[in-house]
């Protein structure tokens, strides 16, 4: 069975999604303790986790993600040249990098979709403004 790995970039998303306010929490837990009950709170904008980002710095942060791990991967590989044991690691290494520049490939043909989408309906759009007038 196969063990799943999570990206840099996806380890940083669930820290973000369960980061909470610490002051806040201990003044929680110790109303819960001192009366036994827990406040009710409104939901507020401030309780939402911020987590949720649009999709245009989303995939800004996906691309730059990815090429901090080529580039991790590039360091690691010095470093190993430099210790003398490159040659045990540039075929794992190179593998990598390889699947990453694909992955960037990936990503920018999904971004390039999406703007001839965007220009499409921004196209569309105006044709029916000027239908209208």
């Known amino acids: 069975m196969q063990e799943a790995r999570l990206t840099n970039r996806q380890k940083k998303?669930?820290?973000d999604c369960l980061q909470r306010d610490l002051e806040k929490e201990k003044r929680r837990l110790q109303n819960i303790?001192?009366?036994g009950q827990e406040e009710p709170t409104a939901a507020s904008s401030q309780n939402v986790p911020k987590c949720f980002k649009s999709d245009v710095m989303e995939e800004r942060d996906e691309?730059?993600?990815?090429l901090n791990e080529i580039e991790e991967r590039r360091q690691f590989l010095a470093d190993m040249a430099s210790l003398g044991q490159e040659?045990?690691?540039t075929n794992i290494?190179?593998?990598e990098i390889s699947q990453k520049i694909r992955e960037l490939e990936v990503l920018d043909k999904a971004r390039i979709?999406?703007?001839i989408v965007n220009s499409r309906k921004e196209e569309t759009e105006?044709?029916?403004q000027n239908v209208d007038s």
Do not use: G, P, R, S
């Open 33 to 35: 303790l001192a009366t």
């Open 87 to 89: 040659k045990q690691y």
């Open 113 to 115: 979709q999406k703007n």
């Open 13 to 15: 998303q669930i820290n």
């Open 93 to 95: 290494i190179n593998t």
């Open 63 to 66: 691309y730059q993600e990815v």
């Open 126 to 128: 105006e044709q029916i």
